[in-house]
């Protein structure tokens, strides 16, 4: 396992987000996952280099983000984070950019599965599932596809990973999670040693967390739905990021040890400090940086 030393940037932006979710009234909605459900967002630009082809599905839609001179032999299925409640954001689309550069030109399918409460588990497996045939079905081998996601798509992936396993469908070449979301029971050890410093989710159970639309009327340790609880034989190349300071560290550190159990290939890493999703300020963090760049070195390991 790799720990990181806190940087001074990442202390200060913890920090100030600390204090943006508790003592304004932001921080409910942010909490709660209203702002992630109606994202009001400016028409993302795409990168001159890269072009963008929509895809359309019977229940969803899908975006391949490629470069003008594509890398052929590589291709990363993202699935978004949001709580399983919000929709693919403008960040994913940059998420994608950032994915074929640290792959060095792989193309990025991004999907906007089905989300909660209009409809909960197993919509967004489905899709998921849904993403994957059709590149199967589309020339791509599962040599050829990483899975990645953070958050809520960080869980997908995993739940997604132990689905075609059972299911003895072809494996993806590997699997790059962010913060996942592993354990929707919220029972893990970090969800009470963290509850005070947490600076997103901390301090609160009214929220997306402790209240999951996604899994309805169905059992919360199924392990689709929280992948915690999954058997972890047979699996894929595996790299997990996660701060220190999430609720949700637990959940990475769980699943990191059954994989390590079970010898798997799984390099976790730590950052200290950090918050939920911390990659996505992208450049601004030393500790994001560095996360990107160690995205970079798992395409060239697996």
């Not at 594509?70 to 689309?93: C, S, T």
């Not at 893990?188 to 009327?217: Q, V």
């Not at 701060?243 to 890493?269: F, H, P, W």
């Amino acid at each position: 396992m790799k720990r990181t030393i806190q940087s001074v940037e990442g202390k200060i932006l913890r920090n100030l987000m600390a204090d943006i979710t508790s003592t304004h009234v932001i921080g409910k909605k942010i909490k709660s996952g209203e702002y992630r459900k109606h994202p009001i967002e400016p028409v993302w630009k795409c990168p001159r280099r890269f072009q963008v082809e929509k895809i359309k599905l019977e229940n969803f839609e899908m975006e391949l983000l490629e470069s003008v001179n594509p890398k052929r032999n590589l291709i990363v299925l993202q699935l978004h984070g949001g709580g399983y409640i919000g929709p693919m954001k403008n960040v994913y689309r940059t998420f994608s950019v950032m994915y074929s550069n640290a792959s060095e030109g792989a193309g990025v399918l991004t999907i906007d599965y089905r989300v909660a409460p209009e409809n909960p588990y197993p919509a967004a497996l489905e899709d998921a599932c849904e993403a994957y045939q059709w590149l199967l079905e589309n020339g791509y081998t599962g040599e050829q596809i990483v899975i990645a996601g953070d958050s809520a798509g960080g869980g997908l992936a995993l739940a997604l990973c132990l689905y075609l396993r059972d299911h003895q469908i072809t494996p993806p070449r590997g699997i790059i999670t962010m913060s996942a979301w592993a354990d929707l029971t919220c029972e893990g050890d970090s969800y009470t040693d963290n509850y005070e410093i947490d600076p997103l989710f901390g301090n609160t159970r009214d929220s997306m967390l402790f209240d999951s639309d996604y899994i309805g009327d169905n059992d919360a340790s199924d392990p689709y739905i929280s992948p915690i609880f999954g058997e972890y034989h047979d699996f894929p190349p595996t790299l997990m990021q996660v701060g220190s300071y999430e609720m949700l560290l637990s959940d990475t550190l769980e699943v990191a040890r059954k994989i390590k159990e079970k010898n798997g290939k799984i390099r976790l890493s730590v950052y200290e400090g950090m918050f939920h999703v911390f990659q996505m300020t992208k450049n601004l963090l030393p500790e994001s940086r560095s996360a990107w760049q160690e995205v970079g070195q798992f395409f060239k390991l697996i």
